[in-house]
């Protein structure tokens, strides 16, 4: 008989799962027959990818030697609105690899990092990939609970993470409150603000690097894979003091970021006309959306970034089951530490109207189900 390797996997790792994607189209194609399924799963941007980046690959004359690990120039242009400087931005492959150069960096086994439940499922696997001890705190009201994160800061937390606008619940945490919340925190302890929705705030919206600007050990991180339509060629960055994106640099793989996502990003950033567009399609669907909510008397938490948590009156998993047949992916709540909620992604008014019309059919199904089912 061959021995087991059991021996061989870290402990850290045992008992683990890895990150479950949403259900991908081809999946659905394939399983139902549905030639076009409406994907409204993974807040990407329905509108596609920012033509001037698009224009901009094709351009990329050759591949075959390896670009600039710096990227001076992109980081100058990221700089430049902030009056920054290079050295506070740091680059990565999707903004998922600078979550985990935070933990290569600054998280050493049972270290504690404190981050709300649910949010961003990736920062508890990362914790868990490095041996950090996560404490998790509950929304109050779908809402960070920044009073109850800061009473469990302790002497081993190293990192706090809020994600402002927070994944799953589409929810943000009033300015005040995050500027008090910063300046309570430890002047020795990382603040990570993950900003990946932030293009699609109002002018209510906090700015994570007017947070940076006040205290130091502040970490904002942004991605290309929403507004802009980037997702599939990776790439996130983050604004911090010099002295963390040093430290962030040390873990970092050399060239991480490819030349295919520089080039599209450099020329995405100054498509004034594209992220007019995805914002403005944006709010118009929230309103489709949310309007259709009332009306059904079904709650959703107010959004502020691309994707809406809606609650239905049957386990998620099934709702999400009952929409998938009828040819639309949203994410089911279950996954996500969310039950009885599915989160929707805003797409093309047409897509959203193919949503609500399936979601309105099955409400009343859902509704007209006897008491007994529903256990
Ligand atoms: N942070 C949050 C809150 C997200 O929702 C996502 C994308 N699902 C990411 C980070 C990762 O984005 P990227 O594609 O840049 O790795």
Same mark, same amino acid.
């Given at each position: 008989m061959q021995p087991s390797l059991d021996r061989l996997l870290r402990t850290s790792l045992r008992g683990f799962a890895p990150y479950k994607p949403g259900t991908s189209v081809d999946e659905v194609k394939r399983r139902y027959g549905f030639e076009h399924p409406v994907k409204l799963s993974q807040n990407e941007n329905?509108?596609?990818?920012?033509?001037?980046?698009?224009?901009a690959m094709q351009h990329i004359a050759a591949l075959s030697d390896y670009d600039e690990d710096d990227h001076r120039t992109l980081k100058e242009r990221l700089a430049r609105p902030y009056v920054l400087d290079v050295g506070n931005v740091i680059l990565g492959h999707g903004s998922n690899e600078l979550v985990m150069l935070v933990f290569g960096a600054f998280v050493d086994p049972g270290d504690e990092v404190v981050l709300a439940t649910p949010t961003f499922s990736l920062f508890r696997k990362d914790a868990q990939v490095v041996g950090g001890t996560t404490v998790e705190v509950p929304l109050r009201d779908g809402v960070h609970d920044l009073d109850a994160m800061l009473a469990?800061?302790?002497?081993?937390?190293?990192?706090?993470f809020v994600c402002d606008p927070n994944n799953p619940t589409g929810t943000r945490v009033a300015r005040e409150a995050l500027f008090a919340f910063a300046k309570a925190l430890p002047s020795d302890v990382l603040l990570v603000i993950d900003q990946a929705y932030r293009e699609y705030m109002d002018a209510d919206g906090t700015d994570g690097v007017d947070v940076l600007r006040v205290r130091p050990a502040t970490l904002v991180l942004r991605t290309a894979s929403k507004i802009y339509g980037l997702a599939s060629v990776r790439f996130g960055y983050g604004y911090a003091s010099p002295q963390i994106v040093a430290w962030l640099d040390r873990v970092r793989l050399p060239f991480n970021v490819a030349r295919p996502a520089a080039v599209a990003v450099l020329a995405a950033l100054d498509d004034d006309d594209f992220i007019a567009a995805?914002? %403005?399609?944006?709010?118009? =669907?929230?309103?489709?959306?949310?309007? %259709?909510?009332?009306?059904? =008397?079904?709650h959703a938490y107010p959004s502020a970034a691309n994707f809406v948590a809606v609650e239905v009156p049957v386990a998620a998993e099934d709702a999400y089951a009952a929409l998938l047949e009828r040819g639309v992916i949203t994410r089911s709540g279950d996954g996500l530490g969310m039950p009885g909620r599915l989160r929707v992604t805003v797409g093309t008014p047409e897509e959203n109207a193919a949503f609500l019309d399936a979601f309105e059919v099955l409400l009343a199904t859902w509704r007209a189900r006897p008491i007994e089912a529903l256990t």
């Open positions: 329905p509108l596609g990818t920012s033509p001037r980046a698009l224009a469990a800061v302790t002497p081993k937390t190293k990192v706090v995805s914002v %403005a399609n944006n709010e118009r =669907g929230m309103r489709q959306l949310g309007d %259709a909510f009332a009306r059904l =008397g079904v």
